[in-house]
């Protein structure tokens, strides 16, 4: 079976400053990783997804999340973080099927402050 | 990206009724759909994943007669809460992917926020 941990409840941050939202898994197999970010009362959208080749991945609003495989991590990271990015993150993990379910951390509130 | 559309993104029942929550995939086939459920501060539950034309896979501690799900369609999936109770009262989300492409992520609705009074 396959988890998500995701170790911090809360990140704090001042508005410009560098940020990581940190996310292990675990699994027998290779699975697919994810990121979705969610505001407040609203569904989930996708940030930012590694499913193979380049260990590095972007998104178009600057957050970079990295593959590794040995630390079984896939830590989200933003160099320099704005108040609109104030929602909550969720690292997530699916098998190699367009029909499995998608295994979601507990989230992250990044709270931006001014 | 692909579009799904969840319907009423908010619904307020008493309790004993029924409340059917609607879940479109708008510009692509889902031949699987998922069901979530997510409380206040915390993550999502997942709660059974569909396929079409199929009965659903409810996870383990879900009610299947009180959560009917259907997916009659590639493009439909709808919930029904029955005989809801306070204790019903959360915010739902539906998830499709598509069975045609491949390596695709899930899409999400927008959610519903379901009261029961």
């Known amino acids: 079976a396959q988890s998500v941990t995701q170790l911090d409840s809360q990140v704090p941050v001042f508005e410009e400053a560098p940020v990581e939202l940190r996310c292990n898994y675990s699994s027998s197999v290779s699975v697919y990783l994810f990121w979705y970010v969610q505001y407040p009362n609203q569904g989930l959208q996708l940030l930012l997804k590694y499913l193979s080749g380049s260990t590095l991945v972007k998104s178009i609003n600057g957050f970079e999340a990295e593959f590794n495989k040995s630390q079984t991590s896939f830590h989200l990271r933003k160099p320099s973080v704005h108040i609109s990015d104030t929602a909550e993150y969720f690292c997530a993990v699916s098998l190699y099927s367009s029909a499995s379910k998608i295994i979601f951390g507990s989230g992250t509130r990044l709270s931006i402050r001014p | 990206g692909a579009v799904v559309s969840q319907h009423p993104s908010r619904v307020i029942c008493k309790s004993g009724t029924s409340v059917k929550i609607e879940c479109r995939s708008l510009?692509?086939?889902?031949?699987?759909m998922f069901w979530y459920r997510q409380f206040p501060k915390q993550s999502l539950m997942l709660m059974a994943t569909?396929?079409?034309?199929?009965?659903?896979?409810?996870e383990q501690g879900v009610e299947k007669d009180k959560f009917l799900i259907n997916h009659a369609s590639l493009t439909l999936s709808t919930l029904t809460v029955t005989s809801a109770h306070p204790e019903d009262s959360s915010f739902y989300i539906c998830?499709?992917?598509?069975?045609?492409?491949?390596?695709?992520?899930?899409?999400f609705g927008q959610g519903t926020r379901l009261t029961v009074v």
């Open positions: 998830s499709a992917r598509s069975g045609i492409v491949r390596n695709t992520e899930a899409f």
């Open positions: 510009d692509f086939q889902a031949t699987t």
């Open positions: 569909s396929n079409e034309g199929s009965k659903a896979t409810y």
